[in-house]
Nanobody, 120 residues
Framework: QVQLEETGGDLVQAGESLRLACFGAGETANIDVTRWHRQAPGKERELVAEITSGGITKYGDSVKGRFTISRDNLKMITYLRMDNLKPEDTARYYC??????????????WGQGTQVTVSS
């Protein structure tokens, strides 16, 4: 199992930037995919960004060109750099990991989330 803790959420104005961090602990050696999701009140949780253990990234359409996901494999920290924030980016941001063990077992773990609020 992997324990995840997100930090970096804050109240900012439109156009400003934030960097979120997801700290992993526990069975982190088997993580093969890390994602940032977000959920705004009354809306479904959506994928924001993804990074694989090989460094391949993908982004949700609404954040392409503004958000950047990166990963420090030594420290087991995944970052989400968010530039040019918009009020519609307001949401709780969650870190999610998928782990695949050598013997085939696969698991998923979520963090508790960190709140990002963007004022206009």
């Amino acid at each position: 199992q992997v324990q995840l803790e997100e930090t970096g959420g804050d109240l900012v104005q439109a156009g400003e930037s934030l960097r979120l961090a997801c700290f992993g602990a526990g069975e982190t050696a088997n993580i093969d995919v890390t994602r940032w999701h977000r959920q705004a009140p009354g809306k479904e949780r959506e994928l924001v960004a993804e990074i694989t253990s090989g460094g391949i990234t993908k982004y949700g359409d609404s954040v392409k060109g503004r958000f950047t996901i990166s990963r420090d494999n030594l420290k087991m920290i995944t970052y989400l750099r968010m530039d040019n924030l918009k009020p519609e980016d307001t949401a709780r941001y969650y870190c999610w990991v998928h782990s695949r063990r050598p013997w085939g077992t696969q698991t998923e773990d979520w963090g508790q989330g960190t709140q990002v609020t963007v004022s206009s």
